[in-house]
């Protein structure tokens, strides 16, 4: 794999990889795929009418592992990408996916990582997403996730979903679908900071009886940047759904948390929670009196919330 | 180690100035556990954050180890070797108590030595290491931890503002426990403790009473707490045993 200083940063960043990793990958940087292997158990394939991969994860595989980051580091690009996942019945995996964007540019970089992925009856996947941006250049750095989620019976997918820094404009989209038993658990971490605009959707239907869902979105918005979040879960059976939406604004920051629940069946049990704050002063003057800065002290309460 | 002097402390109050602190002077020496008693209201709480600069003197000066830190912050102060138990600790969302012993004590501590400090507290630190400081923990878990970071800090002059409020008794007959153990430890430390509970009176060995933002009273354990007993400025507690967490 020959990567310029630039990408293996990135690389380190998204997914804290210096080198290939240990099983199933496929890295792609600056719109081409560099490195890609596939495994007896996980088999990747590159899409014939579209930029992006298949992967195919057969039944009973687990403890496996599937990296597919994504690093640009030229200005300009803008590409939409589409990866599907396909988990076989009883798999047991974990994916780290992510995307880090360096532009030192006049143009504007962006990348649409289109992902679904369809979870078998009684699979477990753990799913792994970072997403950084860095470089001076004037052009933006852009990113706008889709993820789509199609849950078979009795199936379990943990979705930890992260924007570290750096990125301008985000637009992150998330549908789930959940047949009986099934269970989606998702914790997001956004920060914003300077002028950056960010905006993440979801909206999860619990179709089947048991299923559940728990989705948990922690922001900080810093400086003059933007926030908004929409999450909606739909009950259209007996299940169990809960969201909850926590922000810390700093600055001018603004933050607007948009909670939805819909209920179709009598027996669905769903709840929103929302909180919007300034940090506690009371927090602040605990950690000085363990001898942190003021600023020290608000690092560890951002680093702490959003870890 | 400590010399307070002359300080006082107003708020506004309806267009008037109150007074919650008036003409204090006190001298803390080295090697000493102090206890600041005295009725609801009287201002201790109020002192006991002046010390730390969470709060700012009207008037007067704070003298620590002979240099006036009176304009300094909490920052300053805390580096210079002030602790500061919360009467109410603070949760923190996404910190781990791990996180929290590890700031306290200013390096970055293995598992076992921060555990330590845990289990001095009678916490089992398995169960607690890797938790984090948010509201999953009860009043008086929150309470032991608070101490431990503050045993983790080991600072020169540490004040503890009422650690008894809103734990249960088994955690207090362990915080009296902790206190008799710093007591034999502290040699070249300081310790103030604000309290009205007996038990920690009797292990004072100088008592202050302060009453409506005076010193009414203060002298050696032996002189005041007789004159005490049975007042608002001694509470007895039940007595509960503690035994040990098992784990």
């Known amino acids: 794999m020959d990567l310029g200083k630039v990408q293996q940063m990135l690389l380190k960043e998204i997914a804290d990889l210096d080198a290939p990793p240990k099983g199933a990958y496929n890295i792609r940087s600056n719109s081409e795929s560099v490195a890609r292997q596939s495994t007896e158990n996980v088999n990747i394939i590159p899409k014939e009418n579209a930029s992006g991969i298949d992967i195919f994860i057969k039944p009973d595989t687990k403890g496996e592992s599937v990296h597919i980051p994504v690093v640009i580091s030229e200005s300009g690009i803008k590409e939409t990408v589409y990866n599907d996942f396909y988990i076989g019945e009883n798999a047991d995996v974990e994916i780290v996916a992510g995307c880090g964007i360096d532009n030192c540019g006049q143009h504007d970089s962006q990348h649409d990582g289109v992902h679904r992925f369809f979870v078998g009856k009684n699979a477990r996947v753990r799913y792994v997403e970072k997403h950084y941006g860095s470089g001076r250049g004037e052009g933006k750095r852009i990113l706008n996730p889709v993820t789509e989620v199609y849950m078979e019976e009795d199936s379990y997918a943990e979705m930890e979903m992260v924007q570290i820094k750096g990125v301008d404009d985000t637009t992150r989209t998330t549908t789930a679908d959940l047949k009986a038993g099934a269970k989606l658990v998702v914790r997001e971490r956004l920060m914003t900071h300077e002028v950056q605009r960010a905006f993440s959707v979801y909206t999860v239907n619990l179709n089947g009886d048991s299923s559940a869902a728990d989705i948990v979105s922690r922001g900080v918005a810093r400086d003059n940047s933007f926030q908004k979040l929409d999450l909606k879960i739909v009950g259209n059976a007996a299940c169990k759904g809960h969201t909850e939406c926590d922000s810390i604004i700093m600055d001018n920051g603004k933050i607007l948390a948009v909670p939805a629940l819909e209920a179709n069946d009598v027996d669905a049990s769903l709840v929103h929670e929302a909180a919007i704050g300034k940090i506690a002063g009371e927090q602040l003057i605990k950690l000085m009196t363990l001898g942190l800065s003021e600023s020290e002290a608000e690092e560890q309460i951002i680093n702490g919330f959003l870890s | ?247």
């Not at chain 2, 001298?27 to 206890?35: A, D, S």
């Open chain 2, 1 to 247: 180690m400590l010399k307070i002097q002359d300080l006082s402390f107003f708020v506004p109050d309806d267009g008037a100035q109150k007074e919650i602190l008036k003409n204090i002077s006190l001298t803390v020496p080295e090697g000493k556990l102090i206890v600041i008693t005295g009725p609801n209201g009287g201002g201790k709480s109020t002192l006991a954050k002046l010390i730390a600069g969470i709060e700012k003197p009207t008037d007067g000066k704070i003298f620590f180890q002979g240099e006036d830190i009176t304009d300094l912050g909490v920052t300053e102060r805390a580096r210079m070797g002030i602790g500061f138990a919360f009467q109410q600790p603070v949760r923190f969302k996404g910190l781990k108590v791990i996180d929290l012993i590890r700031l306290a004590a200013g390096k970055k501590l293995n598992v076992v030595d921060a555990c330590a400090f845990l289990s001095a507290v009678g916490l089992c630190a398995r169960e607690y290491i890797d938790r984090e400081v948010n509201s999953s923990l009860s009043g008086g878990e929150l309470k032991r931890i608070e101490i431990a970071t503050v045993l983790a800090r080991n600072s020169l002059l540490t004040v503890f503002d009422e650690p008894e409020a809103g734990i249960d008794l088994w955690s207090f007959t362990n915080l009296i426990e902790v206190f008799q153990r710093q007591r034999e430890e502290i040699k070249n430390r300081s310790i103030i403790i604000i309290s009205h509970q007996e038990r920690i009176l009797n292990i004072a060995d100088e008592i202050v009473v302060l009453d409506s933002g005076s010193v009414r009273t203060t002298g050696s354990r032996d002189e005041v707490l007789p004159e005490l007993i049975g007042t608002a400025s001694a509470v007895q507690a039940c007595r509960g045993t503690w035994k040990g967490e098992d784990c």
